[in-house]
Nanobody
Framework: VQLQASGGGLVQAGGSLRLSCAASGLSLSNLAIGWLRQAPGQERERVSCIASSGVIVQLDSVKGRFTISRDNAKNTAALQMNSLKPEDTAVYYC????????????WGQGTQVTVSS
C-alpha cells in the first residue's frame, strides 16, 4: 500500500497550490481520505477529510480557502489551497481511514508547503 503526496512548494501569501494524493495497493472508493499537516513544533492536525459518502469535514481556519476532492476512478484525491497564509506553512500528508472520525490506516510521505509573507 502506498500513498504518494505531491504538489507542495513555495508560494507567496495569497497564492494557490494544489496537492495531489495517488494511491496504489488499495482502493480509495470505500475509504475516507484526509489531508493533515504538521508545522515545526506543533501537533499534527487534520485539515480536511472527505468520507466515502462525499461528506466533508474541514478545519475552521481553512473553510472557504481549501477544497478537498476525490476521484475514485483514478484512485486519487486532491486538496486545492487558495488564499494561502504564512500560517498554512507545514508538511502536508494524505492519509486514509475507514471514516473521518476513525484512526488513520495508511499515510503518505508528506509534501512541504511554505507560504512566504
Amino acid at each position: 500500500v502506498q500513498l504518494q503526496a505531491s504538489g507542495g512548494g513555495l508560494v507567496q501569501a495569497g497564492g494557490s497550490l494544489r496537492l495531489s494524493c495517488a494511491a496504489s495497493g488499495l482502493s480509495l472508493s470505500n475509504l475516507a481520505i484526509g489531508w493533515l499537516r504538521q508545522a515545526p513544533g506543533q501537533e499534527r492536525e487534520r485539515v480536511s477529510c472527505i468520507a466515502s459518502s462525499g461528506v466533508i469535514v474541514q478545519l475552521d481556519s481553512v473553510k472557504g480557502r481549501f477544497t478537498i476532492s476525490r476521484d475514485n476512478a483514478k484512485n486519487t484525491a486532491a486538496l486545492q489551497m487558495n488564499s494561502l497564509k504564512p500560517e498554512d506553512t507545514a508538511v502536508y500528508y494524505c492519509a486514509v481511514a475507514q471514516g473521518c472520525a476513525t484512526g488513520w490506516r495508511h499515510w503518505g510521505q508528506g509534501t512541504q508547503v511554505t507560504v512566504s509573507s
